[in-house]
């Protein structure tokens, strides 16, 4: 007969909810991967869903410029910049889609622009999420809000 040691039984059922926190974390990676290869229709609405994240979250380094018609209800996004340490994000709306480039940043000046397709841009930002996220609790949660689609 074996005795169970609660210090074991703990850290064995610790460990199992680490890993199926990794699990779900990778499921969530996933998902927002295959979000990345949207179609152009559904382009404005992943643009969208990320303003009004980043917006929320990181209210001082989002700038949103919206089109439409005045008295239109529909306000569809023209450019979004989000603004980390070394780089700015430039999405903006071109014919049916949008472009997107990102901006090497030192001291306040653009140094390089380089265009990007729209999936890297957004690759290339949660990137820069993850990194400030492992500095800041405020960009942590924008991030797993991002990918838990809040």
Not at 101 to 114: D, E
Not at 126 to 138: C, H, I, P, V, Y
Request: with cysteine; net charge negative.
């Amino acid at each position: 007969m074996r005795v169970h040691n609660s210090r074991e039984t703990n850290s064995t059922a610790f460990t199992g909810r680490i890993m199926e926190d990794d699990w779900d974390d990778t499921l969530k990676f996933e998902t927002l991967a295959a979000a990345l290869h949207l179609g152009r229709s559904q382009q404005k609405d992943l643009v969208e869903s990320l303003a009004q994240m980043l917006t929320l979250s990181l209210p001082d380094s989002v700038t949103i410029t919206r089109g439409g018609w005045i008295l239109s209800r529909e306000k569809p996004i023209e450019e979004l910049t989000i603004r980390f340490d070394e780089f700015h994000y430039q999405i903006a709306k071109h014919g049916s889609g949008y472009t997107a480039r990102a901006l090497k940043m030192v001291r306040g000046v653009a140094l390089k622009t380089t265009e990007l397709e729209l999936e890297e841009c957004f690759k290339q930002i949660l990137s820069e999420l993850t990194t400030l996220a492992d500095k800041n609790s405020k960009a942590r949660d924008a991030l797993q809000n991002f990918i838990s689609g809040r």
